[in-house]
Nanobody, 115 residues
Framework: VQLQASGGGLVQAGGSLRLSCAAS?????????VGWYRQAPEKQRELVAL???????NYANSVKGRFTISRDNANNTLYLQMNSLKPEDTAVYYC?????????WGQGTQVTVSS
């Protein structure tokens, strides 16, 4: 299983980006949880958003109301819509899935928000 994250880039504060994570197989529909994490320079990796296969979502307090996680099982793709971006959202973003079929990470995509 391989996860390929994309969609990062440089954006001004207040702007939007949509991250995508394409899986090489149907692991997103098999596993229980899919999610996005991020890691800023000299900081630990932190949870951004989770989505279970029953539709339950969980967001970090810092992104609630601004970010939305979703997935397209038919196309084996996970998304993170990010609106009203702030400089403190600058980080490398990683997609993840875990469950009975294993734990997998994408390679990360850089998001940089300028003030």
């Amino acid at each position: 299983v391989q996860l390929q994250a994309s969609g990062g880039g440089l954006v001004q504060a207040g702007g939007s980006l949509r991250l995508s994570c394409a899986a090489s197989g149907n692991i997103f529909s098999l596993n229980y949880i899919v999610g996005w994490y991020r890691q800023a320079p000299e900081k630990q990796r932190e949870l951004v958003a989770l989505l279970t296969n029953s539709g339950t979502t969980n967001y970090a307090n810092s992104v609630k109301g601004r970010f939305t996680i979703s997935r397209d099982n038919a196309n084996n793709t996970l998304y993170l819509q990010m609106n009203s971006l702030k400089p403190e959202d600058t980080a490398v973003y990683y997609c993840n899935t875990r469950g009975a079929y294993g734990t997998y990470w994408g390679q990360g995509t850089q998001v940089t928000v300028s003030s």
